[in-house]
């Protein structure tokens, strides 16, 4: 197998890949062409064929296929240019080659995530965490193996507790540097929760798509029904405490062009906010230096971030 992340400028290949995007395109000249994602578990990649012909067999999103293809570079992005393309065969190649991964061994993670639950000194808050982290196994299995994301960022098995772990990170240095100026327990349980219903909003690999229920809510949305609902299980939670854990839960996006359904209007829903858009965007910034295998300091523009991305080795 050549995964993507051994590819180089140059080479010619054949070699099995899980489309992820088909799109049929015009060029300027008015000519059709084909758009493709291709990925498997070490990586994304753009592949064109320019010349739709009979070595360019019937294939649909989500087939796994066999490309014969000249690995060229565009933007500082290594892509596909396919001359030749296939549905793979079963027996062909390994399903498991297929899925991105954390490169941080998953159980190690959940271990260190749980361990902030017993950094809680609000009964209630520890009583609602024990009870969707440790007490539901089904949750809990979920919530270990989810994308974090369709593609912007921790888009990989694995993705969304390394996301929430690094979240929850940040805002126990942001509590510590604050400290007696914000509620500690509320940020960190917050934290814990704000990406919990990602479950819920995308589907398993190797499809990782919005489900109907992620389509007509989302995460935020049902981040703070599930709140509501694991509150009730408990008796006397305070009222007041579940509202503001909703809330920063409701205004983690920060700004209503982001999605986010609320602005944050406590120090506490704000502190979630930068952690999580900090650590997303670092992601990315990472993700383009790890997958980008040119020459150069300069790794190409990022459509999301909005600049071009260079490398800040010394």
């Keep these: 197998m050549k995964f993507i992340e051994e590819l180089r400028e140059g080479e010619t290949i054949t070699e099995h890949y899980l489309c992820k995007q088909k799109k049929l395109l015009k060029s300027k000249a008015g000519k059709n062409y084909i758009s493709l994602r291709l990925y498997d578990k070490t990586g994304l990649i753009d592949g064109k064929i ?22 060229t570079s565009f933007n500082g992005d290594l892509q596909f240019n396919i001359r030749r393309l296939r549905r793979s065969q079963k027996g062909e190649y390994n399903p498991q080659d297929f899925v991105p991964t954390t490169k941080y061994n998953i159980e190690d993670l959940f271990d260190e995530f749980t361990n902030f639950i017993d950094t809680i000194k609000t009964p209630y808050f520890r009583e609602l965490l024990e009870n969707i982290f440790i007490a539901n196994d089904e949750m809990a299995d979920e919530f270990k193996v989810h994308s974090a994301a369709k593609s912007m960022h921790h888009s990989y098995m694995g993705g969304l507790l390394e996301h929430t772990l690094s979240v929850t990170k940040l805002c126990d240095k942001f509590a510590e540097h604050y400290k007696g ?9 917050s934290a814990m929760l ?19 229920c992620g389509q ?4 935020i949305v049902m981040g703070a029904e599930l709140v509501s609902r694991e509150a ?18 409701l205004s983690h996006h920060g700004e209503f062009d982001f999605g986010s359904p609320k602005l944050p209007s406590t120090a506490e829903a704000y502190l ?3 952690a999580d858009d900090t650590d997303a965007k670092m992601n990315m910034f990472i ?3 790890d997958n980008n295998k040119t020459n150069g300091s300069w790794l190409g523009y990022n459509n999301i971030l909005g600049r071009n991305i ?5």
């Design 287 to 289: 993700e383009m230096a």
């Design 216 to 219: 007509l809510l989302g995460h």
């Design 232 to 249: 009730k299980k408990i008796p006397d939670f305070p009222e007041e405490a579940e509202l503001l854990l909703k809330h920063c839960i």
């Design 50 to 71: 320019w010349e739709i012909n009979s070595l360019i067999q019937d294939f649909n999103e989500g087939d796994f296929v066999k490309v014969e293809a000249f690995v």
């Design 194 to 212: 704000h990406d919990v219903c990602k479950i819920y909003e995308l589907s398993p690999f190797p499809d990782n798509d919005y489900t109907d």
């Design 181 to 189: 100026r914000l509620n500690r327990d509320l940020l960190i349980t």
């Design 310 to 314: 260079r490398r800040s080795e010394l």
């Design 272 to 274: 979630l906010h930068c």
